[in-house]
């Protein structure tokens, strides 16, 4: 194969590189987690959002295969919040599948 033009060769291979590595980027998130509905869940004495995520990797399959530290900013911003604590008798919303 003979390249007669070098500047549109390389110009077009630069292209068509940028759109293949986009659609690798993109291609690996999925923007829909099917039907995903929220329970509401109250703080008890002694709940840490380390706890609370470790139970919802156990038994919530929405969290099922996830790393703890991605369930924890998960649901830090589900719910708006700015650091880990937790008060007693807060309400938290927790993603689960229908």
Do not use: A
């Not at 039907?35 to 709940?47: P, Q, R």
């Not at 708006?80 to 007693?88: A, H, Q």
Request: glycine share 4%; hydrophobic share 35%; proline share 1%.
């Amino acid at each position: 194969m003979r390249i007669v033009n070098k500047i549109k060769f390389v110009r077009t291979m630069s292209i068509l590189i940028i759109l293949i590595g986009l659609l690798i980027i993109f291609s690996k998130h999925t923007y829909s987690k099917g039907n995903v509905k929220y329970t509401e869940e109250y703080v008890y004495s002694g709940d840490t959002l380390w706890s609370i995520s470790e139970q919802q990797i156990e038994e919530n399959k929405y969290f099922e295969n996830k790393d703890i530290r991605e369930v924890i900013n998960e649901i830090k911003y589900l719910n708006n919040l700015s650091n880990s604590n937790l008060k007693e008798g807060e309400k938290i919303k927790i993603p689960i599948y229908e």
